[in-house]
Nanobody, 126 residues
Framework: QVQLVESGGGLVQAGGSLRLSCTLS????????MGWFRQAPGKERGFVTT????????YYADSVKGRFTISRDSAKNTVYLHRNSLKPEDTAVYYC???????????????????WGQGTQVTVSS
């Protein structure tokens, strides 16, 4: 059974840094992307970032450009989300996602992803 296992959430002060990781177990496809979405209280789930596991191309939401960096270890089927200069508005449940054949024009669409993690809470205190 394919699973996404996330880790690294927690409580951090504004301006601090935190790293999330996500591992895809038993990948069943070769050309796929892994990324992160987040859902803040009372808001819809939204795109944060994604990376092509084959080519390394990365995409970011405007709200996190320059502060968040996604990286990958394709041999381990793992992605990392490095987050700097955290703000209280970054508080959310962060969900890892994986999808086959996700095109650059569709990376922000949650429906393009086949697998989802259980979510990890990140709280940024002011």
């Amino acid at each position: 059974q394919v699973q996404l296992v996330e880790s690294g959430g927690g409580l951090v002060q504004a301006g601090g840094s935190l790293r999330l990781s996500c591992t895809l177990s038993r990948p069943t496809f070769s050309n796929y992307a892994m990324g992160w979405f987040r859902q803040a209280p009372g808001k819809e789930r939204g795109f944060v970032t994604t990376i092509s596991m084959s080519f390394g191309s990365a995409y970011y939401a405007d709200s996190v450009k320059g502060r968040f960096t996604i990286s990958r270890d394709s041999a381990k089927n793992t992605v990392y989300l490095h987050r700097n200069s955290l703000k209280p508005e970054d508080t959310a449940v962060y969900y890892c996602a994986a999808g086959e054949g996700v095109t650059p024009s569709a990376v922000t669409c949650g429906g393009e992803y086949d697998y989802w993690g259980q979510g990890t809470q990140v709280t940024v205190s002011s």
